[in-house]
């Protein structure tokens, strides 16, 4: 990683709660060398969110900070952010929720291969779109889900996970 990559990626991670005692970095590496594809129409808007952090930590200034596309860490936290905002709370424990929903807070380093392995392959279903029907395997797991969530955009995903949240 360039020098900036590297500083932006540590601005990224210390957007994320993390508890005590418990180190994450062979994950968030993994997520920030992943780039988030998005399938789904309008799913580009989660793109443009983590894309819209680049200049935040730029301090609105033009940087060179170059990355290809966007990645999954900057997804992950644009959509705490969202959540933040939508449900209120802390976006830093929001992140957290999503790495527990995503069933990689178990993920801690250093990263054996065997759980690199199950990482890899829990990033990749939420690209494309593998999880269950219901979300479970994916950011936003429902209880009671109406629509097959892998069809669905992120954006009514998180706002389902919410509503359904606030009912409980």
Known sequence: ????????YAW???QIYVPNGKSFGDLFELMHNL???WTIPNDDNRVQDGLDLRP???NGKVSDLVLEGVTFLEVLVSLSRRLEFTADGDASLWAWRL????????????????RLSRAKDILD?????TYERDGQGGFFPLH???EDQTKVEIWYQM????IEMKAV
């Open 99 to 114: 790495i527990k929903n995503l069933r990689l807070h178990k993920c801690t380093d250093p990263l054996t291969d065997g």
């Open 144 to 146: 009671n889900a109406v």
């Open 1 to 8: 990683m360039k020098r900036i990559n590297y500083d932006y």
């Open 56 to 58: 935040e930590f730029a």
């Open 12 to 14: 990224l991670v210390s």
């Open 125 to 129: 279903a939420v690209i494309w779109r």
């Open 159 to 162: 706002n389902a996970y919410v």
């Open 35 to 37: 780039e988030f594809v």
